[in-house]
T-cell receptor, first 113, second 116 residues
Framework: EPEVTQTPSHQVTQMGQEVILRCVPISNHLYFYWYRQILGQKVEFLVSFYNNEISEKSEIFDDQFSVERPDGSNFTLKIRSTKLEDSAMYFC???????????FGSGTRLTVV | AQKVTQAQTEISVVEKEDVTLDCVYETRDTTYYLFWYKQPPSGELVFLIRRNSFDEQNEISGRYSWNFQKSTSSFNFTITASQVVDSAVYFCALSEPFSGTYKYIFGTGTRLKVLA
């Protein structure tokens, strides 16, 4: 069964550093998402991406965050200057026809020290 | 506004007991989707079920069953004869496909501990 692949599975970074989280969506999917889960809390929507542009973003997704599809296959989330509170599990997801729901990757655990 | 409430923060049961996880949702749309996900200690989100708002039939899959009641805006999940491997956090989620970008609104999750 096709999978959404996220790399790395765990990343540790120093506060203030830039970090890029990578995702390879399922190949025929057109819609892409990032979600965040702070340890012990619920999963929260960050951003959705379709047709090479952001279609919606949450209030969490401030100017420190950006997304792009640099080569038509990868989908990345960049955090420009990480803060301690950015420590969380980040999930990528991709889908075809949106009402069907979509497939989540296994997540990247980001630890900011 | 969209909202998903999982009032049970943590439930502990002894193996082989049945357990029901509650999910209550709020939505302004008539068309929506409801989901349940399992999050084991390893952290990934494991898809369990998707139900659209027009299908109120209950569903059974092995030891799992789901009870969808639009009248009470609930989508409860029952595990029959629970096993230690069922120990995980379970999330209920809501998506309103025709109101925006189909983002999921998750509940706060219920941690299920099944004791041997």
């Amino acid at each position: 069964e096709p999978e959404v692949t996220q790399t790395p599975s765990h990343q540790v970074t120093q506060m203030g550093q830039e970090v890029i989280l990578r995702c390879v969506p399922i190949s025929n999917h057109l819609y892409f998402y990032w979600y965040r889960q702070i340890l012990g809390q619920k999963v929260e929507f960050l951003v959705s991406f379709y047709n090479n542009e952001i279609s919606e973003k949450s209030e969490i997704f401030d100017d420190q965050f950006s997304v792009e599809r640099p080569d038509g296959s990868n989908f990345t989330l960049k955090i420009r200057s990480t803060k301690l509170e950015d420590s969380a599990m980040y999930f990528c997801a991709s889908g075809t026809f949106r009402p069907d729901g979509y497939t989540f990757g296994s997540g990247t655990r980001l630890t900011v020290v | 506004a969209q909202k998903v409430t999982q009032a049970q923060t943590e439930i502990s049961v002894v193996e082989k007991e049945d357990v029901t996880l509650d999910c209550v949702y709020e939505t302004r749309d008539t068309t929506y989707y409801l989901f349940w996900y399992k999050q084991p200690p390893s952290g990934e989100l494991v898809f369990l079920i998707r139900r659209n708002s027009f299908d109120e039939q209950n569903e059974i899959s092995g030891r799992y069953s789901w009870n969808f009641q639009k009248s009470t805006s609930s989508f409860n999940f029952t595990i029959t004869a629970s096993q230690v491997v069922d120990s995980a956090v379970y999330f209920c989620a809501l998506s309103e496909p025709f109101s925006g970008t189909y983002k999921y609104i998750f509940g706060t999750g219920t941690r299920l501990k099944v004791l041997a």
